[in-house]
């Protein structure tokens, strides 16, 4: 069994706890907390499990690292601390650490990553002989992976889109929503998730990854932005009220230029309610859906509905790039110390899950 703690206890957090629990190689050790008011609660309440499991949480950093964790899910947002986020990761691979997370993405694509976050990085690997591996939750598998699983699949590919349609109104992440995407703000407000070249910052990476598994250049990486108002105040379950107005919708893409044409396209198209920008993509049932689109012969159009949490399609979707990142941990333990990424990495099976708990 590979000891394992959860970093973190948010969206991501409660089902990296689902997830290492479910596991038949990996064992729950430990989860870091930051909020005092879940110290001491046990990780199985904390992770919406209907029993316990007997890891109480804790903000002891040093405490839980000197039980020499193998491995680490750093599950704490890095929207608006990505220097926090990274000191954190660096630590934890000093530690020695197989470690985990959708965080940093500047990583997504490390071998394009900042000179001074890639040396970080693999100082630490080489000081501690940890391995990191990092995906997104927008999600990693729905922008890399999978859309070049399907185009394996055609005889001719001519291009390659990759969307995230979601309502953002069920989602409980309410600072992201408001201030990083800029739900019910004035128009007039840059939301800093979309403020220029964030979109390529972020989804760039995931760009660069495509071209580099179908075995293409990329010309450039350009992006498109554009926001939609609510035509009326809409109040949501777990965020209260929007109002008229204010910024109800939003769309970007990110292209990568392939002869002169964008032929790999990342877009995220976001409401807060379905009345707001009805003429852009919907997903099948309103709710939310990841969706690869190969122009080709034949033509693929695949998407992906995940639900968790009672219904929730956002938990869904955090749970899916969970699973995909949790899974890696046993493949990394085996693997020498590195810098791995999505192409490395490769798509595990629920080998010992089908049917049963883990004993």
Sequence with gaps: MIPTIVWGTGNVGRAAIRAVDAHPALELTGVLVHNPDKVGRDAGVLAGLDTELGVAATADIDALFATKPRAVVYAASGDIRPDDALA???????????????????????????????????????????????????????????????????????????????????YDQPDSVRWLVGMGQPMDYQPPMIAPTVPTMVWGGQIRLLARGLGVELDDIRETVDRRALDTTVTTPSMGEFAAGTQGAIRFEVHGIVDGEPLLVVEHVTRIHPSCAPDWPTPPDGDGAHRVIIEGRPRIEVSVEATDEGGNRSAGGNATAVGRLVNAIDWLAEAEPGLYDALDVPLRAATGRLGRKKP
Excluded at 92 to 105: D, E, I, T
Excluded at 112 to 136: H, M, T, Y
Excluded at 148 to 164: D, H, N, Y
């Design 88 to 170: 954190d990761i660096v630590r934890a691979l000093r530690a020695g650490a197989v470690v985990v997370s959708p965080a940093v993405y500047a990583l997504y694509d490390p071998r394009n990553a900042p000179a001074d976050v890639r040396a970080q990085v693999l100082e630490a690997i080489a000081a501690g002989g940890g391995s990191l591996f990092v995906s997104g939750v927008d999600p990693g598998w729905g922008n890399d992976v999978l859309p070049l699983l399907l185009s394996g699949l055609s005889t001719s590919v001519e291009a390659i889109r990759c969307q995230e349609i979601f309502d953002y109104s069920t």
